[in-house]
């Protein structure tokens, strides 16, 4: 059974613990764009198929369900779930993702497969929710959020690799002259 709590129409909700705060709240919209990571995170699940990459984005996901956790506690001094050992794993698994890629030269456009369009995307909402951790000064979500965008960052690159589709490079000549004739012509 669903359990509606009728009291969103007033422009208010709860935090974990019963306090009452407004929708519209730094802390609501911060966990708001955890979620809608989560929600990106997992639909790119569906379109991976290397085992391995979705095994990395399963621990995401985890990792997201903690980061929101964490962010809708009503007392911001909490003491952080998230170990010291889970921020060094996540950073072990940047360092051995980006070991399997070439060096990146420019600018990647997102696109490519739709699994790497999909992490692009998560990309983006990784560093916004990023951005709004720190806002709220949160520093051992904005630590574990970091690296989680970081993360992503990579994976994209890696998904197209895999399934042989084309990285879209940035295209800085041709938008310098774009720009050139846009602004500059007489």
Same mark, same amino acid.
């Given at each position: 059974?669903? /359990? ?9 909700? /709860?935090?974990?613990? @019963? ?9 609501? $919209?911060?966990? @708001? ?16 198929? $290397?085992?391995?990459? $979705? ?7 985890? $990792? ?30 940047? /360092? ?52 989680? @965008?970081? /993360? ?21 000549? @041709? ?12």
């Amino acid at each position: 059974m669903i /359990k509606q709590t009728w009291t969103g129409d007033s422009g208010s909700t /709860k935090l974990s613990g @019963g306090e009452a705060t407004t929708k519209d709240s730094l802390r609501v $919209d911060a966990y @708001g764009d955890v979620d809608e990571l989560n929600s990106f995170v997992g639909m790119a699940r569906s379109r991976v198929e $290397d085992k391995n990459i $979705d095994a990395v984005l399963r621990e995401i996901q985890n $990792d997201l369900f903690v980061i929101g956790a964490e962010l809708a506690k009503a007392k911001p001094n909490e003491k952080s779930t998230l170990s010291k050992e889970r921020v060094e794993w996540i950073e072990s698994i940047v /360092k051995k993702v980006d070991t399997q890629l070439p060096d990146l030269t420019k600018f990647i456009l997102p696109g490519g497969s739709p699994a790497a369009a999909l992490l692009h995307i998560s990309r983006s909402v990784a560093r916004r929710a990023e951005r709004k951790c720190v806002m709220l000064k949160r520093n051992e979500i904005v630590a574990s959020g970091y690296r989680l @965008g970081n /993360k992503i960052y990579f994976l994209p690159t890696l998904t197209d690799a895999q399934t042989k589709d084309t990285t879209r490079p940035y295209p800085q000549k @041709g938008l310098i002259d774009m720009v050139r004739r846009t602004l500059f012509v007489r």
